[in-house]
């Protein structure tokens, strides 16, 4: 068997795969090799240990799953509604989201009994929740409305990546996009008492 052909972001791809399909007590380096037929020595030449191995998929997932979608969406042009039914339409946007999906239900019932993942996603839902927060902020809702709106769009995300449908997606998208634009106009009268008027970004 080869010794170091695999990258380190091969060997984190490679554990993130077991790590959805079968727990985290999976996730170890013996079982790794033998699934890539390939030898230890080549985890070891990226990896000090498996607590390496285990911050490195918390640290990727963090990446592709948080900070790559935050950063399109602030360096795109899409209105506060668009952002809000882009990210409510992440669960179903196809096999990769479906993918991302198990990732982020293997992540999660991991940090149910682990300090280290349950750190990492205390931190990816308060840097998640504090992004959506923004968003309705700008559409002029007090701090205390737009942070209870947050909480509720970040909810319907997490459980639509919980709740198995059928690939009717066109509709579950249409549903997202009902939701969203009930949630970001909030009061059906523009006068709502917990309502601010936005600002001028010119202003």
């Not at 695999?6 to 033998?34: F, H, N, P």
């Not at 950063?71 to 209105?79: D, Y």
Request: glycine residues 4%.
């Amino acid at each position: 068997m080869a010794t170091n052909k695999l990258s380190r972001d091969e060997w984190i791809k490679a554990a993130t795969q077991v790590l959805s399909t079968s727990g985290i007590d999976q996730v170890r380096v013996d079982r790794l090799a033998k699934k890539l037929k390939i030898t230890r020595g080549s985890f070891y030449h990226h990896f000090e240990s498996r607590m390496d191995l285990l911050e490195g998929i918390l640290k990727a997932w963090r990446l592709r799953a948080t900070e790559d979608v935050i950063n399109r969406l602030q360096s795109g042009e899409e209105s506060p509604l668009d952002r809000i039914i882009y990210l409510m339409n992440l669960p179903i946007k196809g096999t990769g989201s479906i993918e991302a999906a198990s990732v982020e239900i293997s992540i999660r019932a991991w940090a149910r009994r682990d300090n280290l993942a349950r750190e990492a996603v205390e931190e990816v839902d308060k840097y998640r929740l504090s992004f959506i927060k923004r968003i309705f902020k700008e559409l002029g809702h007090t701090d205390t409305r737009a942070n209870d709106l947050a909480n509720l769009v970040y909810a319907y995300i997490v459980s639509m990546s919980l709740i198995h449908f059928d690939n009717n997606y066109e509709e579950r998208r249409k549903m997202a996009e009902r939701i969203a634009e009930f949630l970001t106009s909030n009061c059906p009268v523009m006068e709502c008492p917990q309502r601010e008027p936005p600002t001028d970004p010119l202003g």
